[in-house]
């Protein structure tokens, strides 16, 4: 019902008026602009029907804690049993409409924002999922990675678009003031990856291991790693493997899905089980302090070399930034987002040829 009420009030009324539909027919009917916001409120109402059923079963479980009347303790048995296989049921329930209305609506004609905040939400409805019942939420995944491939598949298309214009326009004159890719605004999501691997080849090279060790070795690098490795080895999410209760920090005043989709939650990894540097918790400052010995490195190299680029090159530059930031979403289809890079690189090398 509340699947149903939420559609109704996103689709346009005077295309469907009269007409009874099915919940698949009407998100085959909803709007590219409507996508985004509908799937939103999808995940609010469920998530306030979640909230509902979990605070039943903490109130039982108190209960249980604290009563001294022995001759409820079967009742308190039956109902705990009765509410442990519930949670999946509900589950089931929920993740089918989400699958069905990411099966059914045109997620892949979305703009490039659009369809990375829809991809935010599943991310989130899947932590929430795990948490709720420990529930991997596959399926669900499993039409997200498809509809992902379907939309890259296009957006390549239309970079290769992209580049061909550039070159039909070029004037082979070098773009200047550009010494790292780290000054573009594409590389911001993976500009410390970058960094940490210019310093340890820098210091690889000089034989100054030390340096190395020291990065490596620091507290937030280590805390990180054990992240990585307890989600390698339980494929959960990290929410639920660290403790940190989104049934407890909103409960029903709030939801998961009320935070604005800023920069640091579109780099949330998206279709992966698997953690990486910016899936744990830690502060800013933290990450800052662990990188000073990083910066001076890349400032000495960049003083040193000059990227020789024209506005294709860096065209195509801006691009690749861009499918790396896809990657760290989109982590199942990272080897064909990778095959997909290396055709721009290709083209521009064999137009230039």
């Not at 001294?68 to 999946?88: S, T």
């Not at 795990?130 to 669900?140: A, G, I, L, T, V």
């Not at 805390?223 to 493997?241: A, F």
Request: net charge negative; aromatic share 12%; with cysteine.
């Amino acid at each position: 019902t509340s699947a149903f009420n939420v559609l109704k009030e996103n689709l346009d009324q005077t295309a469907i008026a009269d007409q009874k539909l099915l919940f698949e027919q009407m998100c085959e009917n909803l709007s590219l602009e409507q996508i985004t916001n509908c799937i939103t409120q999808l995940s609010k109402s469920f998530w306030r029907i979640l909230v509902c059923y979990y605070q039943v079963k903490m109130w039982h479980h108190n209960y249980k804690l604290y009563s001294q009347d022995d001759d409820n303790a079967f009742n308190d048995e039956y109902f705990q049993e009765k509410l442990k296989k519930g949670e999946l049921r509900i589950w089931t329930d929920v993740q089918a409409k989400i699958t069905i209305f990411i099966n059914s609506t045109k997620l892949s004609h979305l703009k490039y924002e659009s369809f990375i905040q829809v991809l935010s939400v599943v991310q989130r409805m899947k932590k929430v999922g795990y948490e709720f019942c420990e529930d991997n939420s596959q399926k669900m995944l499993d039409a997200m990675k498809n509809k992902s491939i379907e939309f890259f598949q296009r957006y390549h298309a239309a970079c290769l678009d992209e580049i061909n214009l550039f070159l039909d326009h070029e004037v082979w004159i070098q773009v200047h003031n550009l010494t790292s890719v780290t000054q573009l605004q594409e590389f911001k999501s993976t500009k410390r990856a970058i960094r940490r691997y210019s310093t340890e080849r820098k210091d690889g090279d000089s034989g100054n291991s030390a340096a190395v060790l020291s990065v490596n070795n620091s507290p937030t690098k280590r805390i990180r790693d054990d992240c990585s490795v307890n989600s390698e080895q339980d494929g959960s999410s990290l929410y639920g493997s660290s403790g940190y209760s989104w049934f407890i920090r909103f409960l029903e005043k709030n939801s998961p899905f009320e935070i604005p989709f800023d920069q640091k939650m579109l780099e949330e990894d998206i279709l992966a089980g698997l953690a990486d540097e910016t899936s744990c918790y830690y502060s800013e400052e933290s990450s800052d302090n662990d990188n000073e010995n990083v910066i001076h490195v890349e400032n000495k190299t960049n003083q040193t070399s000059v990227m020789t680029v024209n506005n294709t090159s860096l065209n195509i530059l801006r691009i690749i930034g861009r499918y790396l930031g896809i990657m760290k979403l989109l982590y199942s289809i990272a080897p064909f987002i990778i095959y997909s890079l290396t055709e721009l690189i290709d083209f521009y090398i064999y137009a230039v040829y």
